[in-house]
């Protein structure tokens, strides 16, 4: 449904001629203006909404052709992120995703919506959940993953459609994710015992990629800010 929905959009409301998406439908009622949300206030714009949901959909269903879009759309706002970002939050958000790859994270078989929901429980920023009790194509996420000899739910993480060795608790899954997601709850700096906001946390590793393209993001032994 979330692809017909979208499909639907791209058909209705999306402009090719700058790669955003107008507030009101062009196609419908004629107005003096036909506006585009571009700027993050109180509520995020439509448009920034729209393209993480693009990004995001592009996880689910494997099509480049939403990602395409999300990241014209990106590179249509980027040089207004980096300047002022206090009136672009979602869009930056967007940003430090496309910096640091999105977990995709696939659990299949008996418990998989249990393993779920404790997954989202915790502060898991930058990762897409998606879950079915039994083995299924519907999604191609969740095409090809398999749970344990016994039938219970393994659970895949992978980045950019490549998993990781499947595992079968949340700890092994918070190891297996970069910084970006590494946050649960407030997570402890076990090196230096240093305890940090989940806030904090993502506003370093947000200034940190903007400073620095080189730092390494994946281990999961020192505070990130510290290199």
């Not at 393994?154 to 910084?179: A, G, K, M, N, W």
């Not at 370093?204 to 730092?215: D, P, R, V």
């Amino acid at each position: 449904f979330a692809q017909q929905l979208t499909d639907f959009f791209l058909d209705e409301f999306y402009d090719k001629s700058d790669g955003f998406f107008f507030f009101n439908n062009p196609k419908a009622e004629k107005l003096i203006a036909n506006k585009k949300e571009l700027f993050d206030n109180v509520i995020p714009a439509s448009n920034s909404v729209m393209a993480r949901n693009l990004h995001r959909l592009s996880l689910v269903t494997y099509e480049n052709k939403y990602q395409e879009i999300a990241s014209k759309m990106l590179g249509g706002m980027k040089e207004l992120i980096l300047k002022d970002p206090g009136f672009l939050c979602n869009w930056a958000n967007l940003f430090l995703e496309s910096l640091i790859p999105t977990a995709e994270i696939a659990i299949v078989g008996k418990g998989a919506k249990e393993k779920a929901l404790a997954l989202q429980k915790g502060y898991l920023p930058n990762s897409l959940i998606a879950f079915s009790e039994e083995v299924t194509e519907t999604a191609p996420i969740l095409s090809g993953k398999t749970p344990d000899s016994s039938g219970n739910a393994l659970i895949y993480v992978c980045f950019d459609h490549t998993c990781r060795r499947p595992v079968s608790s949340i700890e092994d899954v918070i190891l297996q994710l970069p910084y970006l997601a590494y946050s649960f709850g407030n997570h402890l700096c076990t090196d230096q015992n240093v305890e940090i906001s989940s806030a904090k946390f993502i506003q370093k590793t947000l200034i940190a990629k903007f400073i620095s393209s080189g730092i390494e993001v994946h281990s999961p032994h020192s505070c990130l800010w510290e290199k």
